[in-house]
């Protein structure tokens, strides 16, 4: 029932992550103008706003200018719904949700921000550092340490990397793995491991596939850290856990 609830919520806080993925990089407000059609500006009814269930009712469609709109909506809906129901399932329900569950929406929506316009905005960052950390403190205070030095040692590394390779790594990306920092803790390691590992795994697919082309393109780093941040939510610590147990 626990996850079933997250879900039900991940479903409601997805669309409001699609008002965020689209008028953030555009600096407009998130809380108004109410929700509208991108295309005809008519104001979206609340029956026409239920999460994903409007869209496949309206079949993707605008009800007053029948415009299409797009299946990334329904799709950063779902998504969201199934990483909330994923980690109370895992995580169970505790106080630690107060940090994951926003967490795991921040990197939900930088990553579609990231694909989209090859930026990771500060309007998004700085608040969830801030809420990380007053809400890190007031949940357990003692691992205020282990967080901040997990942000700073992770926020140091993408640092290093983008100094040494700028064309591949933007500002963007060392200031979320800061964040990320902030909210894994140590699990902050595997996460950047994983990053890493699927960024590495896309790019040879492109390579095999496109052949000496592939290197000209630019692929937004921040989709694959969101990725790894994401699994460390759900398995970080166990991998951790692993790790010490084969190796230490």
Request: with cysteine; proline share 6%; hydrophobic share 60%.
């Amino acid at each position: 029932m626990i996850s079933v609830v997250a879900g039900l919520f991940g479903l409601v806080v997805g669309s409001f992550l699609n008002v965020v993925i689209h008028r953030v990089p555009r600096r407009e407000s998130i809380v108004w103008p109410a929700s509208h059609c991108p295309s005809c500006e008519t104001p979206i009814k609340p029956y026409d706003n239920i999460p994903v269930l409007s869209w496949l009712i309206l079949r993707g469609r605008c009800r007053s200018c029948s415009e299409h709109i797009s299946a990334r909506y329904p799709l950063v809906e779902l998504l969201t719904a199934l990483v909330f129901a994923g980690i109370a399932l895992v995580n169970g329900f505790d106080e630690d949700l107060a940090l994951e569950l926003p967490f795991s929406a921040v990197l939900i929506a930088v990553a579609f921000i990231d694909l989209d316009h090859r930026i990771i905005p500060n309007r998004i960052l700085l608040p969830a550092a801030v809420y990380g950390l007053v809400v890190g403190a007031l949940v357990d205070l003692d691992a205020m340490p282990e967080m901040l030095i997990a942000a700073a040692a992770a926020f140091a590394f993408l640092l290093v990397a983008a100094l040494a390779y700028p064309a591949g790594m933007g500002m963007g990306d060392v200031k979320l793995a800061g964040v990320m920092g902030l909210f894994l803790g140590a699990a902050v390691a595997p996460a950047m491991l994983i990053a890493f590992a699927a960024g590495a795994g896309v790019g040879l697919a492109m390579i095999a596939r496109e052949g000496a082309a592939a290197r000209k393109k630019g692929v937004p780093f921040g989709p694959f850290l969101a990725l790894g941040g994401i699994v460390a939510l759900l398995v970080g610590n166990d991998l951790i856990d692993l790790y010490s147990d084969r190796f230490l």
